[in-house]
C-alpha cells in the first residue's frame, strides 16, 4: 500500500470512469431535451465540493482520506468519521452492484436470479480491489480509451438517423427543474467522487490533486453529455425520457447495412467494465477504511467479509426497480452529509491544523 | 504441478461456468417476425395472427419460409401467450420486423397500448415497423404471398424503408419514432398503410398511402399521390417522380425526384398562424411525351417554371383538404411552433386545431432540372 508511483494520468482516467458509471441511472432524469444542459450545469454545482476534495488533498500530499482523518482528529472523533465513511462507502457498493443486477435484468437476463449475477460480477471486483489501486488505475485508463472509441463510433454511425431537432426547445424547463435534476445525478456521478481521496495519497510525489480532479471531472462530464445528447439525438425527447436505460434503447436504433446491427452488446459490455472499475475502487475504499479502524490491519483480508455485506446490502436495497429510480431522488439527502458535511469538517480541521503547525515552524 | 493444477481447473472453468442461464438455442425458439392484430367486432377478445420463420423446411432448398399462428387473448399480451399453447417452443420477438394493425383498432380504441406493450417487452427491435391495414382485417395482408421474399413481414418492412428514396407514396414510421409523434407536444403521427392487390393470380401486399391520427386515434387516411405532397410538407422526400400534363391534351412529362429539400417556417400573429413553405427540389427528366425541346434554355425555364407550379398548387391544396376535410393537423407543424416558442405553444395548445384550420400557408417551390439521364437531349 505504499506505492506512491501512480500518473496523474491514470487516476484521472479513474475519475472519469466513476463520473461515466452514473451514466447508467441517467433514467433518472425527468426533463427530456433539456437533460444535457443539466450534466453540464453539474459541472458548475459541484465544483465547490470537487475544490474541497482536492484542497483537502492537496494539503495531505501522500496521504489518504483514512491517514488524514487519523492525523488531525482525536481518537473518538476519528473513530467515527472513519467509519461513517466506510459504512457509506460500503452501502453505496452494494446500491451500485444492484443497480447493475437491474441493468441486466432488465435487458437481457431476466430469468437468472440476482444473487448469481451480483457474486459473479462481484469476482472480477473483489480481484481488482485485491490486485490494489495501481493495477486498477492502470485498467481505468484502458477502460477510458474503450468508452472514449465506442462513443466516437456510436456517434459517427448514428450520424444519419439523428435529428438535430430533437434539442429544440432549449430550456424549455425551468431553471430549477434542470439543477435539481443536476443535483440528483450529480450526487451519484460528482457527489461519488469523494471516495477518490481515500486512493489519492497515491498519486506520483509533485503532482497535483487539483490537475487529476479538474481534468477528470472535464472530460468525464464532456463524455457524460456527449452520451446524453446522442441519445436524444437519436431516439428524440420522449422516446429517451421514456426510456430506463436510454442509451443501450439509443444504439439498439442503429443499424447501417445489415453488418452494424446489434452493437448494443457494446453498451452492456461497456457499462459492466465501469461498474467493475467503479466497485473496486469502493471495495477498496471501503477495505482501507475498516482496516484503519482495525489498526492497519491487511487491507486484502477485508475484502471477502465485505463483499458478503455488500451482496446482502445489495439484495435488500429496493424491492423493485421503480425504486432503482425513485430512491436515486431520495439518495440526493443521504448522500449530502457523507459528500459535504464530512469533508468540509475535514476540511476545516486540516487548513487548522496545517496553518497552526506552519507557525509553530 | 502448480500449472498443471491451474490449467486443468481454467479448462473446467471454460466448461462449467461459460455460457448463460438464460440460454436459447435456436430449436427451442420460434423466430416471430411479424404479427397482426384485429378484434372481432362486439367482443373483447383480440385476435392476433403471428407470423415465424419455417425452421423445420427452411434452408433444404435454400429458400424461408413462414408459417402463421392464430391466437386469441383478452389483451394482447395474453393472446401472445396463448399461441404457446399451440407450440413447443417459446416465441423470440428479436426478429419481428412489422406490425400490422386493423383499422378498426385504431379507430376505436388507439394504438398507444400496442405501442407501448411492445416497447416495454424488450425483445422486438425499436426500428420495426407499424403499419395499418387497409383491409377488414390485419390478418389478411400477413397471409398474402410475398413476391420478393416469402416472409411478407420482411417485405413490407423493406418496402417501407426504401419507400421515400423511391416512389415517395408512403412513410417510414419505426416504432421509436412512432412513440415520439404520439407523446411529443404538437406532433402528428402518421403510418404507412397497406392493402391487399392481386398480382399474376397471387394476392400481394402494396403500400398504398398513410393512415392519418389524431393522438393515437385513426382519423383518416391519404392516398399515395396526395402522400409525395404531404411528404414534401414534412421534408421526407428523397426520391418519386412527379409527371403531369404539359400544353396539349395528351403531352405529358415525367421527372424522377432526386433530391429535395423543405424548409418550413410557422409564425404567427394575432392569433393568425402563418405558415411558409419552401421547398427545393432537384429533378432529372426521364420521359417526354411532347414536343418539347429540352436543349433550348427557354423550354427548359419554362419546364421548372411549370413544374414549380404544378407542386405549388398540389402542396396548396393538400393543406387546404387538410384544413377543412381533416380539420386536425396532419403536419406536426404545432411541433415547430412549440420548438420555436413552447410559451405561446403552452397558451394555445387547446385550440390549436381551430388556429391551423384558419391558417394561411405560402407555398414556394424551386425546382431544378439537372439531368436527362444517359441521353444529351431527347
Known amino acids: 500500500m505504499d506505492t506512491n508511483n501512480i500518473s496523474s494520468r491514470n487516476l484521472t482516467s479513474l475519475l472519469v470512469v466513476v463520473i461515466l458509471c452514473g451514466s447508467l441511472v441517467n433514467g433518472a432524469f425527468t426533463i427530456a431535451q433539456d437533460t444535457w444542459i443539466a450534466v453540464l450545469l453539474m459541472g458548475i454545482l459541484f465544483l465547490p465540493e470537487i475544490l474541497i476534495y482536492s484542497r483537502i488533498c492537496a494539503l495531505f500530499p501522500g496521504k489518504n482520506l483514512y491517514d488524514i482523518i487519523y492525523s488531525i482528529f482525536g481518537r473518538t472523533s476519528r473513530f467515527i468519521l472513519t467509519l461513517l465513511m466506510t459504512l457509506y462507502v460500503t452501502v453505496v457498493t452494494g446500491l451500485q452492484l444492484r443497480n447493475f443486477v437491474e441493468f441486466t435484468a432488465v435487458i437481457s437476463l431476466q430469468d437468472t436470479p440476482r444473487v448469481v449475477l451480483m457474486v459473479l460480477l462481484l469476482l472480477p471486483v473483489l480481484y481488482l480491489a485485491k490486485e490494489g489501486i495501481q493495477v486498477m488505475a492502470r485498467w481505468s485508463f484502458i477502460v477510458c480509451a474503450i468508452i472514449v472509441l465506442n462513443i466516437a463510433l456510436t456517434i459517427l454511425l448514428s450520424l444519419n438517423i439523428i435529428e438535430v431537432s430533437h434539442i429544440l426547445p432549449v430550456m424549455d424547463h425551468s431553471f430549477l427543474d434542470i439543477a435539481s435534476n443536476s443535483f440528483t445525478v450529480g450526487t451519484i456521478t460528482l457527489g461519488e467522487l469523494v471516495m477518490m481521496m481515500a486512493v489519492m495519497g497515491h498519486l506520483n510525489k509533485g503532482e497535483s490533486p487539483y490537475k487529476v480532479y479538474l481534468w477528470g471531472v472535464l472530460v468525464g462530464i464532456c463524455l457524460f453529455a456527449l452520451i446524453i445528447l446522442r441519445n436524444i439525438l437519436i431516439l428524440g425527447p420522449d422516446m429517451e425520457e421514456a426510456a430506463k436505460f436510454s442509451t443501450y434503447m439509443a444504439v439498439r436504433v442503429i443499424d447501417i447495412g445489415k453488418f452494424f446491427e446489434r452493437i448494443e452488446s457494446s453498451i452492456s459490455f461497456i457499462y459492466v467494465l465501469l461498474g467493475i472499475t467503479k466497485m473496486s475502487l469502493f471495495m477498496l475504499a471501503s477495505a482501507t477504511g475498516l482496516s484503519k479502524i482495525f489498526k492497519d490491519m491487511d487491507y486484502r483480508k477485508l475484502l471477502l467479509p465485505i463483499s458478503v455485506i455488500v451482496v446482502g446490502i445489495g439484495t435488500v436495497v429496493f424491492k423493485n426497480v421503480f425504486e432503482m429510480f425513485e430512491l436515486a431522488w431520495v439518495y440526493r439527502y443521504y448522500a449530502l452529509p457523507f459528500q459535504l458535511l464530512i469533508p468540509i469538517i475535514i476540511w476545516i480541521k486540516a487548513e487548522i491544523k496545517k496553518s497552526y503547525s506552519m507557525k509553530n515552524n | ?378
Open chain 2, 1 to 378: 504441478m502448480r500449472r498443471m493444477i491451474s490449467f486443468i481447473s481454467m479448462i473446467l472453468c471454460c466448461i462449467f461456468l461459460s455460457g448463460c442461464w438464460n440460454y436459447k438455442g435456436l430449436d427451442d425458439i420460434d423466430i416471430v417476425t411479424g404479427l397482426a392484430i384485429d378484434k372481432d367486432q362486439g367482443s373483447d377478445i383480440y385476435q392476433i395472427t403471428i407470423e415465424i420463420v419455417d425452421t423445420q423446411t427452411s434452408g433444404r432448398e435454400g429458400e424461408i419460409s413462414a408459417k402463421y399462428i392464430d391466437a386469441e387473448g383478452r389483451t394482447i399480451f395474453d393472446a401472445i401467450r396463448n399461441s404457446k399453447k399451440k407450440l413447443i417452443n417459446k416465441l423470440y420477438g428479436g426478429n419481428m420486423q412489422t406490425l400490422i394493425i386493423s383499422k378498426e383498432i385504431a379507430e376505436a380504441e388507439g394504438i398507444s397500448i400496442i405501442i407501448e406493450e411492445l416497447l416495454r417487452d424488450g425483445e422486438p427491435r425499436e426500428t420495426m415497423s407499424i403499419v395499418i391495414s387497409e383491409e377488414e382485417t390485419a390478418k389478411e395482408i400477413l397471409l398474402t404471398d410475398g413476391i420478393d421474399s416469402n416472409i411478407i413481414s420482411y417485405e413490407i418492412h423493406e418496402m417501407i424503408i426504401e419507400d421515400n428514396k423511391v416512389t415517395a407514396s408512403t412513410v417510414d414510421m419505426p416504432l421509436y419514432q412512432t412513440y415520439n409523434s404520439i407523446k411529443g407536444n404538437g406532433k402528428a403521427l402518421v403510418l404507412p398503410v397497406v392493402r391487399r392487390i392481386n398480382n399474376i393470380n397471387k394476392n400481394v401486399a402494396e403500400g398504398n398511402g398513410i393512415a392519418l391520427f389524431k393522438d393515437d386515434y385513426l382519423h383518416g387516411f391519404l392516398s399515395p399521390r396526395d402522400t409525395m405532397y404531404y411528404l414534401f410538407i414534412v421534408d421526407k422526400v428523397r426520391g418519386g417522380v412527379i409527371s403531369f400534363p404539359i400544353g396539349d391534351l395528351d403531352e405529358s412529362i415525367s421527372m424522377e425526384i432526386k433530391d429535395s429539400k423543405t424548409d418550413t417556417k410557422i409564425s404567427s400573429n394575432q392569433n393568425k398562424i402563418y405558415v411558409d413553405i419552401n421547398v427545393k427540389v432537384k429533378l432529372n427528366i426521364m420521359e417526354v411525351k411532347s414536343q418539347l425541346n429540352i436543349s433550348n434554355v427557354d423550354e427548359r425555364d419554362k419546364l421548372e417554371t411549370q413544374t414549380e407550379e404544378y407542386i405549388e398548387k398540389h402542396i396548396t391544396e393538400l393543406f387546404e383538404k387538410a384544413q377543412s376535410e381533416y380539420e386536425i393537423d396532419i403536419f406536426g407543424l404545432g411541433n415547430l411552433l412549440y420548438k420555436k416558442d413552447p410559451d405561446l405553444w403552452r397558451k394555445i395548445e387547446t385550440h390549436w386545431d381551430e388556429l391551423f384550420q384558419s391558417a394561411v400557408i405560402k407555398v414556394k417551390v424551386e425546382a431544378d432540372i439537372i439531368s436527362s439521364g444517359v441521353l444529351k437531349n431527347y
